[in-house]
């Protein structure tokens, strides 16, 4: 089939892109990438043999080079204008663009500095599938913007919001969050992962959020990124986020060099107070403790009044250890 002179191939096309389609009849079917609605069940449809493509929930609609272009962010004119003028194929065109990606996430392999990929797009206001996702975490427009939350729709990363990691000024990597549920998530079968890292990239060399921190004061410290978030959107915030509770000899490192730190530990089913647990263990004879209980079921994330919890901080106070001195050995003797 032809774009005008340009011959196109529609499933290749998804393939490279990595967007995952069913085929119904004369259409294959993906999830919309207009930015409008959350397409967990998919509903746009895009012919097989022309490309033209057209969601009946938001009507957003076009032909393949609008598709190609709506999904890797760059302009409709630009997209036509490779595609007709330069008679670039459609599948090499996307090829080119996500092999940039590639070579970008090898330059993420080591400890360098991490360019986000262009398909990574900044979110704008009309992408309000993701933007309703993250105002239901708490995240707002102006914490989009702070932290530069990208959002995506091709590729490994496709239908997840990015949080870049940024440790020592620079971009070291990104969190990537599905805004679906692992039941609709049919392509991943059981490799499914709500997070996603670039590969090459070790979390637990960093601590999210590290470069802002007052070191001099009390640091709140959380597991999860959005538990940052929520935090400091609350007015603490000095908070960092450890990606979990495995925390590592790096990040321990990097935590000795703080005088206070406050433990806002997830109290949900698994692993009710295990940072704070994790914490002493490998910080007490270092830095100052205290810990913060939430009730059952609460994390930092979803706490609304982090304030009135933090208030009733307990101090850690290790356990005297009794060890035994001439003294005492003599009195065991006699
Ligand atoms: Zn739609």
Redesign the pocket.
Known sequence: MFLSEVRIDVEKTLTVLQIPYKHVGSNFVVR?I?G??V?NNP??QIDVMTGVFN?P??H?KGNLSKFVATSLDISTVEAADRLKTQKVDVVDLCDAILRAKQAIRDVGASDEPFKLPSHFQKIKPHHKSFIDYLQERKVSWQMILDYDIRCCFVGRYNYRVVIPIIFGRKCRGFIARDILKKVDRYERGDDYRKYLYPSGMYVGNYIFNYDNLDKTKDVYVVEGVFDVINVVRQGFINCCGMFGTAITDRQTDLLKSLSSLVVISDQDDGGSGMLAKKVIDRLQNNCKISYVTLPIGMDPGSCDDIGTYIRGKVEYKPIPKYTLNDTDIGIIKK
């Open positions: 919309c207009s409008s609605h397409d509903s746009l969601c929930v938001c957003f």
